[in-house]
């Protein structure tokens, strides 16, 4: 059997190249290749780097969805299945919003792939292919990783792994609460340093996609004690409770770390009541947190989103000297982002404050416009203070100012001002982005 495998980009403008940025391994892909019996042929094509040939003969389609590639997954999906070609289709937009993603796809995936991906294809095979399957949480020992189909694409030289799903944290906002049901499992520490140890020799750097590193602070120590004998650098997101357990970040840094991302996303203390959010300022708050990852050597990607109900004007200022004043590498400032299932969006729902009924799929809505209706400020007011966040602190004088809290690491020092330079230029780039492929002229072709 023929299986296709597709990666669909967030959506393309009309004679302009992808952002660079966002051109990482895309795991999930790794992930179902990893499952699929030895006897099916793949064929893997990556939307944001290169055309994808429909005509080409398959015998089914599988498209991993998130909500922001939604509007393109099912420009995608209209094409094969317009010339009567099957499509599965799975990932966290699926299971956020299963009715609608099965309009556009033979079947859906909801939930985790491991437990029933094989299923799935064996449907295929036989030509029985049922309109939904519910993939339950499966020991992570059950993941199967497959990256040679990545083979001669133009990926960042980061190497992508997994080490954790999920994450305890009840944030109002975030999508992750919603699917993995706040739960939080870790990989064995075996598979990981295998994976790792296959690949060492072709990556510079990896990034462990944990939804929260942190997520289990005990089971997390045996991890980095095998990480320490492996000699590599890696970066990862986390919570920021896990900065204040210094002999925890005495490991990581043993084991290799090089930094963490993580959500700071507010500096006022309501809107982070609000976002269910209060424990980033615990014992001692950011100030302390972030004095301890120094000392460490650990340095910080931080991000913070504005829309929520008291920011103001002066809210994305007060952001960007905060992050500057305390060195941070890199900085992401960003809307506040409803994702569909999740309490926030259903709060701004029953407050009758969307601006869209599926902001994901409206064909007025673009990349870096706010979806919804803040409570103190305009949407165009975030849209552009967003936009100045991001020019101030990626400034020439910012970086150079905070180029001096990262010299005590030679590695880090120098990739830090191409880096920068990298997140400067594509400052207004994101803005106005298509959800979907703008030059398109197709419909897009209902289930019956």
């Known amino acids: 059997?023929?299986?296709?495998l597709i990666h669909p980009a967030i959506g393309h403008r009309a004679d302009e190249s992808y952002i660079r940025t966002w051109q990482m391994e895309p795991l999930p892909i790794a992930v179902l290749a990893g499952l699929s019996?030895?006897?099916v042929e793949l064929q893997f094509y990556d939307d944001r780097m290169?055309?994808?040939?429909f005509d080409a003969p398959t015998d089914a389609v599988a498209i991993p969805v998130e909500t922001y590639t939604a509007a393109r997954a099912y420009q995608i999906a209209s094409e094969y299945r317009r010339r009567g070609v099957p499509v599965v289709m799975g990932g966290f937009h699926a299971t956020l919003v299963p009715e609608e993603v099965s309009q556009y796809a033979e079947a859906i995936v909801t939930g985790e792939a491991e437990s029933v991906w094989a299923k799935v294809v064996d449907d295929l095979r036989h030509r029985t292919l049922q309109r939904r399957y519910h993939g339950e949480q499966s020991p992570l020992a059950d993941i199967r990783?497959?990256?040679r189909l990545f083979r001669n694409k133009r990926y960042l030289p980061i190497g992508l792994i997994e080490t954790g799903r999920g994450c305890r944290f009840p944030c109002e906002f975030c999508a992750i609460q919603t699917f993995f049901s706040r739960t939080y499992r870790a990989r064995p520490p075996t598979d990981v340093?295998?994976?790792l140890s296959d690949l060492k020799s072709s990556k510079r750097v990896f990034f462990f996609v944990d939804d929260n590193f942190a997520g289990d602070l005990k089971t997390?120590?045996?991890?980095?004690?095998?990480?320490?004998r492996l000699g590599i650098r890696w970066v990862t997101q986390m919570s920021i409770n896990a900065a204040h357990d210094e002999d925890f970040l005495a490991a990581m840094r043993r084991a290799g770390c090089c930094g963490v991302l993580i959500g700071f996303e507010s500096l006022d203390e309501e809107n982070l009541r609000l976002m269910k959010k209060r424990f980033n300022t615990m014992q001692g708050g950011y100030a302390k947190a972030l004095a301890n990852l120094r000392r460490h050597r650990i340095f910080v990607y931080g991000t913070f989103i504005f829309g929520y109900e008291h920011d103001t004007e002066a809210?994305?200022?007060?952001?960007v000297d905060f992050a500057t004043e305390e060195g941070m590498y890199i900085a992401a400032f960003n809307h506040l982002t409803p994702f569909p299932g999740t309490p926030l969006y259903k709060r701004l729902e029953r407050e009758g404050r969307l601006r869209f009924k599926a902001w994901w799929l409206d064909p007025e809505y673009r990349y870096n416009a706010l979806p919804f209706q803040p409570a103190a400020l305009t949407p165009q007011q975030v849209t552009d203070g967003c936009v100045a966040a991001r020019r101030r602190f990626y400034s020439w004088r910012s970086i150079a100012r905070r180029s001096v809290s990262h010299w005590r690491d030679s590695y880090v020092f120098r990739n830090f001002f191409l880096v920068n330079a990298m997140h400067r230029q594509e400052i207004t780039q994101r803005n106005s982005y298509p959800l979907g492929d703008e030059?398109?002229?197709?419909?897009?072709?209902?289930?019956?």
Request: proline share 10%.
């Open 1 to 4: 059997m023929r299986l296709t």
């Open 37 to 39: 019996p030895p006897d």
């Open 50 to 53: 290169e055309t994808i040939p």
């Open 145 to 147: 990783i497959s990256r």
């Open 193 to 195: 340093v295998a994976e």
């Open 220 to 228: 997390g120590k045996p991890l980095l004690s095998q990480l320490e």
């Open 315 to 319: 809210s994305f200022d007060q952001a």
């Open 439 to 448: 030059t398109w002229r197709g419909h897009l072709l209902e289930a019956q």
